[in-house]
């Protein structure tokens, strides 16, 4: 259970981390220039979101066979995961909302994801890395 925590706790540090520096630093011009964004988001929809998707995610990845082999599997994971959640970010919100530029939208969204979900990968890996019993003696 530990394990479990610990990692939704990896995804929202890691997703609130690479989306708070992309919003309201690195990108901040960029989010500035969307008219239907919130002038003040709720900050309390998006961390229930991230501690539903983390516990997704956590789960599903404990549930594979190999889980703790190594942190580039689980950044393989994570990239794969978030490849889902990223398409939707990236392609489905540039067809249905008026952004100022379709491939700057793309660009943003897409680089942001990669950033967030490796990070993500990274700290699920060292989550669930092996652990070497001797050295716990």
Same mark, same amino acid.
């Given at each position: 259970m530990r394990k479990h925590f610990s990692a939704v706790l990896a995804y929202v540090v890691a997703t609130f981390a690479t989306q708070a520096v992309s919003h309201?630093?690195?990108? =901040?011009?960029?989010?500035?220039?969307?008219?239907?964004?919130?002038?003040?988001?709720?900050? #309390?929809? *998006?961390?229930?979101?991230?501690?539903?998707q983390g516990s997704i995610m956590s789960y599903l990845y404990a549930q594979l066979p190999q889980s703790g082999r190594s942190i580039g599997h689980a950044v393989l994971f994570a990239w794969l995961v978030g490849s889902i959640l990223v398409s939707y970010e990236a392609l489905a919100e540039a =067809?249905?909302?008026?952004?100022?530029?379709?491939?700057?939208?793309?660009?943003?969204?897409? #680089?942001? *994801?990669?950033?967030?979900?490796?990070?993500?990968?990274?700290?699920?890996?060292w989550v669930h890395r092996a652990r070497d019993p001797q050295a716990v003696q």
């Open positions: 309201f630093g690195v990108n =901040a011009a960029h989010y500035a220039a969307v008219t239907y964004l919130r002038a003040q988001p709720i900050f #309390a929809l *998006g961390v229930l979101s991230m501690l539903i =067809a249905k909302y008026d952004v100022p530029s379709v491939a700057s939208w793309i660009a943003v969204e897409v #680089a942001t *994801g990669f950033v967030q979900f490796t990070l993500y990968g990274v700290l699920l890996g």
